[in-house]
């Protein structure tokens, strides 16, 4: 089972892409998926996060108002809308999966996804 990302690339700031997330492999169910990026010399960091459940999603500061997170359970797919874009948001972007059912507060932590796939890179021109 693997995760793969697509839809990352250059962007000028103020400017907007969105990335896409699919499984491939064998079926499997998620509780939650994310998104999670990690730039150049520093550790990786939650971005978005959707749990199933009641479809809630969560977000990190840094993108609130910024960032929009989409998908589908069934499919186990997600997106991730970014719009205005910062130089600050240059980084690999990567989509994970949980198949346990964490708490909420646990989701914003990647040692709680199982699945993950290989990142796509975004940079942002200033």
């Known amino acids: 089972v693997q995760l793969q990302a697509s839809g990352g690339g250059l962007a000028q700031a103020g400017g907007s892409l969105r990335l896409s997330c699919a499984a491939s492999?064998?079926?499997?169910?998620?509780?939650?998926m994310a998104w999670f990026r990690q730039a150049p010399k520093k550790e990786r960091e939650l971005v978005s996060g959707i749990r199933w459940s009641g479809r809630r999603t969560f977000n990190a500061d840094s993108v609130k108002g910024r960032f929009t997170i989409s998908g589908d359970s069934a499919k186990n797919t997600v997106y991730l809308q970014m719009n205005d874009l910062q130089f600050e948001d240059t980084a690999v972007y990567f989509c994970?999966?949980?198949?346990?059912?964490?708490?909420?507060?646990?989701?914003?932590?990647?040692?709680?996804?199982?699945?993950w796939g290989p990142g796509t890179p975004v940079t942002v021109s200033s």
């Open positions: 492999g064998r079926t499997f169910s998620s509780y939650a």
């Open positions: 994970a999966a949980t198949t346990v059912n964490y708490i909420a507060s646990a989701l914003y932590s990647e040692r709680s996804y199982d699945v």
